[in-house]
């Protein structure tokens, strides 16, 4: 009788821990590094990347990408098109509330995409993710139709993306222009506070059991997430150290590999799908204004050492206007083709010498001055170093300007005065090549008017066919790199580093995002 009685408080005392191992893992708080502060981080309206880290999890959309490319039901049960594709009618669920209580359905999806939609609200990319759709129909509760103006075949990738997630009607409403700050979707953990440039909270939503078939868990494995920024890449490994984070993104290369043979670390590199860190060359401001100047900065530009240099064993070289993991990627720039010789042929070729000996060639009495303008995040300051150091013995002469801000990135760009200018945006979908490089597209900041270009692009958006869209996109992207539009440095991985005891972290078909649902603490 004794060794049962023994048996049962050992027994019970097991199954007491592995409650309280239960609870403790629900009531957990988690720790996460932002690297940036967006200038906002209302979805609809802003375009950050960053501001999807924490988001993607505040919002489901209609549909989810799943790891292999495909797409899988979300808020959407299933979904029909046309077959002139202009038509896309979404069969929703029917047992889900937002985080308010306010039911979704049919009508919401309505008002989400007329707020998107709006030019009055002045959004940054989700608007142009879906400007093909012309009228939303609300057939029944349970059944949205939107009617297109033409094809658009990425649509069901943008309905897929976090600036595409669902917001409550009634919040929208109730918020206005202050919405940022009172955010409300489906997802599986609720908006509660945010702090401008200090930290981001988020916290469990009980209630969560529609989740996608990408989440391995039903509902969210710790109470409460806390994102602060660390803007300063030096400041993220002693972050990690002190235990103030448990996660953080865009860890300085070097840091990574110290942290790595950290036993109480675990790296993640995360290929990023869409655009390398790239320069756009300003085909309307002289000298870039030249093909051949182009060309001979492209071949002066030692890549391979510089991204050695910079980003050690993380990064592949760029070599092509799309990063090698992205759908249709074309390698079309050579990585291996850094000669000085060739350049200085190209540069004499286009009248470019140095008369005077001064190290800086001219032309008509003009210096080759480059101005070059670049942001602060990515390690795209070092970038631009190097860039100056190469190209100063060809004979150009440097200006490197460094602006603060993504909103100050657009305004310079706007501005029209530089040569080279960085900017690379993420995407699942190639089509993000045609607002780089249609005529009159918001982002051609090379300022290309190609005819042959825009009818490649146009017709790629347009078709139905996967066979014939990877043509298309493999041809544009040849014809991106005969003219010399772009300078690609590399394809962009982030390296993640996360402290032993978070489980379960790993990331969304679109790279950038963690699967926050998933990821717990042992």
Not at 188 to 207: K, Q, S
Request: charged share 20%.
């Amino acid at each position: 009788m004794v060794f049962g009685r023994i048996r049962s408080v050992i027994v019970c005392l097991v199954l007491a821990c592995a409650a309280c191992a239960r609870s403790a893992s629900v009531k957990s708080e988690l720790h996460y590094g932002l690297t940036l502060a967006p200038t906002g981080i209302d979805p609809h309206i802003n375009a950050s990347s960053e501001l999807g880290i924490p988001l993607a999890s505040v919002y489901d959309t209609l549909i989810f990408r799943d790891p292999a490319g495909g797409f899988v039901p979300g808020l959407a049960q299933g979904w029909e098109i046309s077959a002139d594709g202009l038509q896309y009618t979404f069969f929703l669920r029917s047992d889900v509330h937002f985080q308010d209580g306010t039911p979704f359905n049919a009508q919401a999806v309505k008002v989400n995409l007329e707020r998107i939609l709006d030019p009055a609200n002045k959004s940054q990319l989700a608007r142009f993710m879906i400007d093909a759709v012309q009228s939303m129909t609300v057939v029944d509760d349970y059944t949205v139709r939107l009617q297109l103006a033409e094809p658009f075949a990425p649509l069901l990738d943008s309905l897929s993306q976090v600036y595409l997630g669902m917001a409550s009607p009634t919040a929208l409403k109730k918020w206005a222009k202050d919405y940022s700050f009172h955010q409300v979707g489906t997802g599986p953990f609720r908006f509660v506070e945010y702090v401008p440039g200090d930290h981001l909270t988020l916290e469990r939503n009980p209630d969560y059991a529609w989740g996608p078939s990408i989440y391995r868990n039903k509902t969210a494995q710790v109470q409460r997430i806390i994102f602060r920024f660390y803007e300063d890449p030096a400041t993220r490994a002693p972050a990690l150290l002190s235990g103030e984070a448990d996660v953080m993104g865009e860890v300085l290369p070097m840091d990574a590999d110290s942290l790595k043979k950290d036993g109480r670390f675990s790296v993640y590199p995360v290929n990023i799908l869409g655009q390398p860190l790239q320069f756009f060359f300003n085909t309307r401001q002289a000298p870039t204004d030249d093909v051949l100047v182009r060309q001979a900065l492209l071949a002066a530009t030692d890549r391979e050492g510089l991204v050695q240099t910079v980003f050690g064993s993380f990064s592949p070289v760029a070599t092509g206007p799309l990063t090698a993991s992205t759908w249709s990627a074309l390698a079309v720039v050579p990585a291996s083709i850094f000669n000085r010789e060739t350049a200085d042929a190209l540069l004499r070729q286009a009248g470019w010498v140095d008369s005077n000996g001064d190290g800086v060639r001219e032309k008509n009495g003009q210096s080759l001055r480059l101005k070059v303008i670049y942001p602060p995040w990515g390690l795209t300051p070092q970038v631009a170093d190097l860039l100056e150091l190469q190209w100063k013995q060809i004979g150009a002469a440097v200006e490197l300007i460094q602006v603060p801000s993504f909103l100050a990135l657009v305004e310079a760009q706007a501005g029209g005065a530089y040569n080279l200018i960085s900017m690379n945006q993420a995407g699942t979908d190639p089509y993000l090549l045609s607002s780089y490089f249609q005529t009159g597209a918001a982002n051609n900041w090379t300022g290309i008017d190609d005819a042959r270009l825009n009818s490649l692009l146009l017709d790629a958006a347009r078709s139905g066919n996967d066979t014939d869209r990877l043509a298309l996109y493999r041809q544009a992207q040849t014809e991106i790199a005969s003219q010399y539009l772009i300078l690609p440095i590399r394809d962009y991985v982030n390296l993640n580093v996360a402290a032993r005891r978070v489980q379960g972290l790993h990331f969304t078909a679109q790279g950038w995002f963690p699967v926050l649902i998933d990821m717990g603490l042992g």
